[in-house]
């Protein structure tokens, strides 16, 4: 399974590049949805592309981002203020007399107050880093598809829900961010073949066991390069709701060093001459579709513990 994957930060030079062009709506709308659901999920790499806006809309979202992160700025504030009088508290008690709560409070408040300041840090960085385009399941990444007779970039979150189940259909089956290449034809039936998406990442990050323990992995592709990852995705509306776009990444057995690395799944990186009939594709006719996934791309992947 893709436990997490690094996105392409610089995602504009990729629409370039592919001739595809941002359904801005869908992201204003996602960052409207935010403002009242501070749980979703939304990279620092993807609110940069909107950073150096070049048109009214998108603007509007820089403008909205910088609302955002100034309303984190005062919560985490609020919640270092908070920490800090509990750690002078717990270290004024432990002058008087040893105690469990004590030595507690003066240890869960430490933590805190690294966190704070580390999440404070980050909110005020303009420098986009490695870990800052890294998505997990339950986080938002751009995505390509066919919409219009055009390619089009979609902010989706990375965990399919599947159009018609119920919402705690997320915490049920958690996995439901990898589509198995065995079972396109099973669980995913209403997706494979109708709705196709592309992923752009440049490495993946998988748990594996060594030596009795779990470490987690990156799998970088040699040369280093940036892949085009195979996906399916949903439209998912519910009563009440707000709509929900999200897909899974398909994945199939692993290549030889990722075998030898400890797991069993790998992504499937298409070819770029393949984009448009993956995204396109007609449901009459499957073989095609796993022609596509067979042709892949087969970079050699280097592994290292990840950061």
């Not at 990442?201 to 940036?226: I, K, W």
């Not at 892949?227 to 439209?235: F, G, N, P, Q, T």
Request: hydrophobic share 40%; aromatic share 10%.
């Amino acid at each position: 399974m893709c436990y997490s994957a690094q996105i392409k930060a610089e995602y504009k030079k990729f629409v370039r590049m592919f001739g595809a062009l941002m359904s801005l709506k869908d992201f204003v709308k996602l960052y409207v949805q935010r403002e009242q659901d501070a749980s979703i999920k939304i990279p620092k790499s993807m609110d940069a592309l909107f950073m150096a806006p070049q048109s009214d809309i998108e603007a509007e979202i820089k403008a909205r981002i910088e609302a955002f992160n100034a309303a984190q700025s005062t919560k985490i504030e609020q919640e270092l203020f908070k920490q800090r009088k509990r750690l002078v508290d717990g270290e004024r008690a432990l002058q008087v007399k040893v105690t469990k709560k004590a030595a507690e409070d003066v240890r869960i408040a430490t933590h805190k107050i690294a966190a704070a300041r580390e999440k404070l840090s980050d909110l005020a960085r303009s420098e986009i880093l490695d870990r800052d385009a890294r998505i997990f399941p339950g986080v938002y990444a751009p995505v390509m598809v066919w919409e219009d007779g055009q390619r089009v970039i979609k902010p989706m979150r990375y965990q399919c829900r599947p159009a018609g189940k119920p919402a705690f259909y997320d915490s049920k089956f958690p996995g439901t961010y990898n589509a198995r290449r065995d079972n396109l034809e099973g669980f995913w039936k209403e997706f494979f073949g109708f709705s196709h998406g592309l992923l752009v990442v440049n490495a993946f990050y998988e748990n594996v066991q060594q030596g009795g323990r779990n470490v987690v992995l990156e799998f970088r592709p040699q040369p280093e390069q940036d892949m085009l990852v195979a996906c399916v995705w949903s439209r998912w509306s519910g009563p009440g709701e707000a709509d929900l776009l999200s897909f899974a990444a398909i994945t199939d057995e692993p290549p030889a060093e990722i075998a030898a690395a400890g797991h069993d799944r790998c992504i499937i990186p298409i070819k770029p001459q393949h984009i448009d009939a993956w995204l396109k594709p007609d449901c009459r006719d499957l073989a095609a579709q796993y022609a596509i996934l067979d042709d892949r791309e087969r970079p050699y992947y280097e592994h290292r513990l990840a950061a």
